[in-house]
């Protein structure tokens, strides 16, 4: 699963997403994201990626507690396109999580202990997930916005900590998985292959990063 991630120096989001215009909203630099956050998003809209301010975990409009988000921040790509909690969402509400690297742990042989790593991509600063995004609304009728990181099995490296990887799209498929025409299995599903083995970057960091609490530089530095 996906359950950490870092992004900082968002204002490097419009030259990278190539968005409409330049965002209305600020986000503090944020080394612990957690779910329940609300985070910036890029989707596609009638003139061009446009960003949003989103919360991690996907709130279904059928659901009746909002709380279901937190059990639904991350969506399996061997499945999103079987069961029906994600079917709709896959092929009309894709979108991009932007992020520079997240976070996972490594069970240790005593199945109880648990070593955090933090992960990135060699060659890029500023990446994207891909995710699905979700309009719930109250018994008030307020809106709100959620999204969900789409996982994959591991490469090489990532397997030697988790059994399960964040989809990292590259920069030339962002536009494919953001494309509204695209609504089926078959276009699809090839961008939500694992990253390329040997693509990543991996290093211990502090178990402060254990707590969301705890967010600031520091918890992206190597221990090694």
Known sequence: MCGRYTLYQTEDLKDRFNLAAKPLIRVNDNYN??????????????????????????????AKDINIGYKLINAKSETV??????????????????????????????????????????????FAFAGLWSTWEDVEKRSIMSFSIMTTEPNKEMAEVHNRMPVILHPEDEAS??????????????????????????????EDVNSPRNNDEHLIYSLE
């Open 33 to 62: 994201v957690a779910p329940g956050q609300y985070m910036p998003i890029i989707t596609r809209g009638e003139k061009g990626n446009t960003v949003s301010l989103m919360k991690w975990g996907l709130i279904p409009p059928w």
């Open 177 to 206: 998985w953001l494309e509204p025409s695209r609504r089926d299995r078959g276009s699809l599903e090839p961008l939500l292959r694992p990253y390329e083995d040997h693509g990543l970057d991996m290093y211990k960091v502090s």
């Open 81 to 126: 396109f079987e069961k029906p909690m994600w079917h709709s969402s896959v092929l009309h509400c894709r979108c991009l999580v932007p992020a520079r690297g997240f976070y996972e742990w490594k069970v240790l042989s005593d199945g109880k202990a648990k070593l955090p790593f933090y992960i990135h991509p060699k060659d890029l600063d500023l």
